[in-house]
């Protein structure tokens, strides 16, 4: 996904059935924390190798965080608990949407291979081009569509 993670996690947050006030905030920062890295990639690392290898978009990583936090949060700051799991919910739908044309580590740490659904071909000049190009961006603008819908009507489905 190239500019879907964002409005993935609107929706997501218009889907929910609590309406804690940080439940918005906790799922846009969730749905786009991972591509983060992308100023690692662009800056430090000069691109040298594709950014979902970095740990941000490990799956296991945000498992053993999600285990760690979630328990201390419902002894310790119950109140928090609804916007945590919508944060980690957020996580793991940026990875699930990034799993169609791009890919994740999902096996990791016991496969260091990218998992997709789709494979994107280079057939253009430029990747994003590629991207734009292929039908699998008819679903980035449907989750779009979906979160214009939402926001305009002031409604949930």
């Known amino acids: ?16 059935p609590e309406g804690h006030r940080f439940l918005m905030p906790a799922a846009l920062l969730g749905a786009v924390l991972p591509d983060f890295d992308m100023l690692w ?17 490990v799956p296991a990583f945000w498992a053993a965080v999600a285990a760690l936090t979630l328990p201390v949060l419902a002894f310790l700051a119950r109140a ?6 919508m944060f980690f919910a957020a996580l793991f739908l940026h990875m699930v949407l990034d799993t169609i044309g791009g890919g994740i580590l999902w096996a990791a ?3 260091s291979g990218l998992y997709t659904l789709v494979e994107v071909p280079a057939a253009q000049a430029h990747w994003v081009l590629s991207f734009l190009l292929h039908w699998t961006f008819l679903l980035e603008l449907g989750v779009w569509a979906l979160a214009l819908y939402l926001w305009r009507t002031g409604r949930c489905i």
């Open 109 to 111: 740490p016991f496969d």
């Open 41 to 57: 990639f662009h800056f430090i690392d000069d691109g040298s190798i594709h950014h979902h290898l970095y740990w941000v978009h």
């Open 80 to 85: 928090l608990l609804a916007p945590a799991l």
């Open 1 to 16: 996904m190239l500019t879907a993670h964002l409005p993935s996690g609107y929706v997501l947050a218009r889907l929910a």
